[in-house]
């Protein structure tokens, strides 16, 4: 990326989020976009390829969970291009971070991605979100566990309360449905052992506007046979 969209990035964090980035964050920032873009290419990572929307809807828009993120183990499912996991990361440089995802190609730009911005305690894991929630490696290991534009909140919920320990965070990153989405959740909340805590709505401007977080507490420990396997918890929302 060029100089001034680096400036950009380094501006708009400031006034839209309250946060500021380091030069070395800033340039992991630019050299990420530079990969996007070059992967993209090659693999469908993204429709979204403009300098300008990149930092805006991908890299803005990822750090705007930032001050919610809690904890030292943070999992974001379904990270496709690494959103909003990387640009979390990069802010968050001492935190661990496990990207999930089902499809290898994008962990493979991943993989290459984090060895050149040179991001450790983060690693790629190739799942299905249900069967990430199942294995007894991850389930009930988290603090915070974050996803985008994955899927709708019942949905989401049965991925992601069984990865939380108990007082764990989710943090759904939505857009003008938030509130629908909510009410549509009152049974899987019930279900799974979660409350909502707050939506928090912004707006960054560029056609990133009416952007929503739904903040979600694990409150209790999940029931065993959740999540369902794969494939069910989208066919049949809890």
Same mark, same amino acid.
């Given at each position: 990326m060029l100089p001034e969209h680096i400036s950009l990035l380094s501006e708009l964090v400031i006034s839209k989020i309250g946060i500021n980035l380091t030069e070395n964050q800033l340039n992991q920032f630019s !050299? *990420?976009?530079d990969l996007l873009v070059e992967w993209n290419e090659k693999v469908n990572l993204t429709s979204i390829t403009e300098p /300008? /929307?990149?930092?805006? +809807?991908?890299f803005l828009d990822s750090l705007t969970l930032t001050q919610w993120v809690q904890g030292d183990k943070v999992a974001d499912i379904g990270t496709g291009a690494g959103f909003p996991g990387v640009p979390l990361k990069i802010f968050h440089e001492h935190k661990s971070f496990y990207l999930v995802d089902s499809l290898a190609k994008r !962990?493979? *730009?991943l993989k290459e991605a984090i060895l050149k911005l040179g991001l450790e305690q983060v690693e790629t894991l190739h799942f299905r979100a249900e069967d990430f929630g199942r294995d007894n490696h991850y389930r009930g290991r988290f603090d915070t566990v974050v996803s985008r534009a994955l899927a709708r909140l019942p949905v989401l919920l049965e991925y992601a309360i069984p990865l939380l320990s108990v007082g764990g965070v *989710?943090? $759904? $990153? +939505?857009?003008?449905?938030a509130e629908e989405e909510v009410k549509e959740s009152t049974n899987a909340l019930a279900v799974l052992g979660a409350q909502v805590k707050d939506v928090k709505k912004f707006n960054l401007g560029l056609g990133a506007d009416h952007r929503s977080i739904i903040i979600i507490e694990k409150t209790k420990e999940t029931p065993s046979q959740y999540p369902r396997k794969a494939g069910t918890p989208a066919k049949k929302p809890l």
């Open positions: !050299l *990420f976009g /300008e /929307e990149i930092i805006v +809807k991908h !962990l493979d *730009f *989710f943090l $759904a $990153a +939505k857009g003008s449905q």
